[in-house]
């Protein structure tokens, strides 16, 4: 169904010299932010997006991988040479990566970390391709009944594995369901929690909603932050020999990089866990299962091999579900879906069947976007080492410009600066009283979706439940809804029970 | 110190008058001009757009800067757009649907006497689709004799428009339809390309599978048969009254100045014989292009608007209002 030649074709489009150019610029930038810490990929990916809006789709889209991507990299470097992760993700590269440059290896620590990067990158972006291909011949028997009962399935599942506790997620989740539904009613029209805002009739605005609550929130924590902790030392990169990474070390951490590349990509399929927990699991499963358990926490290469490499093979894999079924399992996913809305094209099973050469462009601009990774990575090194230190209140000031600046772009005027700055306390107070994130953004974005095909679903079968039995994959996918709840609902009773029976005792 | 304000004020004042000395000659446009699209980038109306800006830059001489007020279904740019008083410097390049349908199906700070229709430039080529292999084919008339004999046939809407044509049409012909909601083309197409509904409405998707076949027109809206599907009736010679053609035009507040408009209108007509319009339209979006005077156009939907206050009388009010 897929030629040879469409393939070819979208690999030469992906290796025009402007596609290149707007991936390493992607990649470049996705580098920076990584590297500087407090500054994340989902505030650089909110603040891009009106940045795309003078792009084609399909330069924008690859921007913005390129972008999310190098991040994941990037952030190895502070997290080795500042013992601060620049994403939250690699909190478990710092275990090792920090104490090893300051047993004076920080080169050798950050060749380790980068290699991991881009092979972890590189072999998850292949898996998404071989798995979401044959997504295209079943796409159409993923109707109304199928799409509403997985993407509840999808928010009761998120709500559940996105850390925190259960209920959280839950409140969270509806947050974001009753945003979501704000806007002119999909079947009679009627208007809904518009408060006579013609601007609201088409539901709250995706980018003001997400630069308010991802980015400029964030500003506003960094700067709660700032205050605390100021002056983290930076190690500086020496010109000794001995700090080289040589084949044979490098040989030594393969099995573990391929391991965690693994691990990585099955945590990214599912919806929800998101980098920072597969990053873990492949820094224990690593350590659990070497020789030498104890060397780990000390400047093992294998701790960094192993946090680096799972830590970017979620991300790839979490388009998994993006591509195959439209279905965002990330926060970046969920941006992408925003910024793919914009520039015109419905993310989902479709777009593999009618437009492939788009998605092949795509698949072909990220296998691209990895081999750029790793040449600003090797030649940057040492400016990035250097970039670690630009000072929070530098950085902080120029983000919320960006931020305010974006929301101009889009034309959405007073009202949308007065959004972003409501949508920015609220995000300030998500944060601060710990709920899900996540959560709370994959539920906005999911929930017009999900109504539009409930309603459908309803309205298709008259009404009737018997519908499912028509319909195994829907069926199917309702009782892992249920089983989930009752799963999930279960364990957190059951904890709090043992709270509760702990707490006379002590 | 006193001095160097003096100067400055004197200068100031200087170049202000200057700029209204300028524009007193009237040699309209003195400066640049923006073009608002009442929808986010990289819909096909702002794809269009930013070409025609392009084309209307060269014949006035003046940037033209492309501005995206989203909203409402571009009713948030006509709001703005009505309360407007640069004289023709700002204009709004939207469906006719927005300014028509949009008053009378919710409450809407302006009405069609609130601008100037400068011209249309396109039309509009939306349809009653169906998919392949279906019981009734891809003829109408079969169409509504299967539905009669089947109720429960599924029609997948997209604006309270064609739900209220097709609630029309279900009444004239006594059908009794499952009518549901779906959220633009790339919301429609799965539905119908997948069996899972019978048949819908489409604005303009249809065109891109007219090659491979996948999506037969059933009736064109449009006034005329449809370019790419020929053999579909329109909904006059199907035998229902109504005009729902949608044209693309540019509109300017009311109060604008004839000779702002006429020179717009000029414009405008230069550029629907440049190949750059007609390329991005006709092949892109695959709409046909056309200059429509400012007289006819505002005929056009004037009557438009007559047709639709008469067929909601008909049908006992908006479906909301139930």
Request: glycine fraction near 10%; aromatic fraction near 10%.
């Amino acid at each position: 169904m897929i030629g040879f030649d469409a393939i070819l074709m979208s690999f030469a489009a992906a290796l025009h010299y402007e596609s290149i150019a707007i991936i390493l610029g992607g990649v470049l930038l996705g580098y920076i932010v990584g590297v500087i810490p407090g500054l994340n990929r989902a505030v650089a990916i909110a603040i891009a997006i009106p940045l795309t809006f003078y792009m084609s789709a399909y330069a924008a889209i690859a921007f913005l991988i390129g972008l999310s991507k190098g991040t994941a990299a990037g952030s190895a470097v502070s997290a080795i040479l500042l013992n601060t992760p620049g994403e939250p993700s690699s909190a478990a590269t710092c275990l090792d990566g920090y104490p090893m440059a300051r047993s004076g290896r920080p080169r050798k620590a950050l060749k380790v970390g980068l290699l991991a990067s881009v092979i972890g990158d590189l072999l998850s972006t292949l898996l998404l391709i071989a798995v979401v291909i044959p997504f295209a011949s079943v796409a159409l028997k993923f109707g109304p009944y199928e799409l509403a009962a997985i993407l509840i399935f999808a928010l009761v599942f998120i709500a559940g594995m996105a850390g925190g506790s259960f209920l959280k997620g839950l409140a969270a989740g509806g947050m974001g369901v009753i945003l979501g539904t704000v806007g002119l009613d999909p079947e009679t029209g009627a208007a809904r929690l518009t408060f006579g805002y013609a601007e609201l009739m088409e539901g709250v605005p995706i980018l003001p909603l997400v630069i308010g609550t991802l980015a400029l929130a964030e500003m506003f924590v960094q700067l709660d932050e700032y205050r605390r902790n100021k002056g983290a030392s930076v190690i500086k990169l020496s010109k000794d020999k001995e700090d080289d990474l040589s084949y044979q070390e490098f040989k030594g951490t393969l099995p573990t990089i391929f391991k965690s590349t693994g691990i990585g990509a099955f945590v990214g399929a599912l919806p929800g866990l998101g980098p920072s927990v597969g990053a873990f699991m492949a820094y224990g499963l690593a350590k659990r299962s070497a020789k030498d358990p104890d060397s780990f926490g000390k400047g093992n290469p294998n701790g960094i091999a192993a946090a680096e490499a799972s830590d970017n093979a979620v991300i790839p894999a979490s388009y998994i579900p993006l591509f195959g079924l439209g279905i965002p399992g990330s926060v970046s996913a969920a941006l992408l879906v925003g910024a793919f809305m914009i520039h015109g094209i419905q993310v989902g099973p479709l777009m593999l069947r009618d437009h492939p050469e788009m998605l092949f462009t795509l698949f072909s601009g990220m296998i691209v976007a990895s081999m750029l990774m790793l040449a600003v990575g090797w030649y940057g090194l040492r400016i990035f080492a250097k970039v670690t230190s630009v000072p929070p209140h530098i950085v902080i000031p120029v983000v919320i410009f960006l931020c305010l600046a974006g929301i101009q772009v889009q034309g959405y005027g007073t009202f949308g600066l007065v959004t972003v700055f409501a949508f920015a306390l609220f995000g300030y107070f998500l944060k601060k009283f710990d709920y899900s994130f996540v959560t709370f953004l994959v539920a906005f974005i999911v929930t017009p979706m999900l109504e539009m095909n409930l309603r459908q679903s309803v309205i298709l079968s008259g009404g009737d439940i018997a519908i499912l039995l028509d319909r195994p994959i829907a069926l199917a996918f309702v009782v892992f809804t249920v089983l989930m709840a009752l799963h999930l609902g279960w364990s957190s009773y059951r904890q709090w029970l043992r709270k509760r029976l702990k707490a006379p005792s002590s | 110190m006193k001095m160097k304000l003096l100067g400055t004020a004197i200068l100031s004042s200087a170049v202000a008058f200057g700029m209204a000395g300028m524009a007193q000659a009237d040699e309209f446009p003195t400066k640049p001009l923006t073009m608002v699209v009442g929808f986010g980038a990289g819909g096909s109306t702002d794809i269009q757009a930013r070409v025609l800006a392009n084309v209307l830059e060269e014949e006035l001489g003046q940037p033209v800067n492309v501005v995206n007020q989203p909203g409402a279904g571009g009713g948030v740019a006509l709001a703005r757009l009505a309360n407007n008083r640069d004289e023709g410097y700002t204009f709004v390049f939207g469906t006719s649907m927005t300014i028509t349908f949009g008053p009378l199906s919710s409450e809407t700070d302006y009405e069609l006497d609130d601008f100037r229709y400068v011209s249309g430039v396109t039309l509009g080529q939306s349809a009653i689709v169906t998919g392949e292999d279906r019981p009734f084919g891809d003829s109408w008339e079969e169409l509504v004799e299967y539905a009669r004999e089947n109720p429960g046939v599924s029609y997948a809407t997209q604006t309270a428009l064609d739900r209220m044509i097709i609630e029309y049409i279900a009444r004239q012909e006594g059908l009794e339809l499952r009518i549901v909601p779906t959220s633009g083309g790339a919301g429609m197409a799965p539905l119908i390309l997948s069996g899972d509904v019978d048949f819908g409405y489409s604005g303009g998707t249809h065109s891109g599978y007219a090659d491979t076949g996948e999506m037969p027109v059933l009736m064109s809206l449009a006034e005329d048969r449809l370019v790419a599907f020929p053999d579909a009736p329109t909904l006059q010679e199907a035998g229902y009254d109504i005009n729902a053609a949608e044209i693309r035009v540019v509109m300017v507040p009311k109060d604008v100045p004839d000779a702002h408009v006429e020179r717009l209108a000029e414009a405008l007509e230069a550029a629907t014989q440049d190949e750059r319009f007609i390329e991005i339209t006709e092949e892109r979006i695959l709409m046909p292009v056309t200059y429509i005077p400012e007289d006819e156009v505002t005929q056009t939907l004037r009557d438009q608007v007559e047709g639709y206050k008469a067929l909601i009388e008909e049908l006992g009010g908006l479906p909301d209002e139930e």
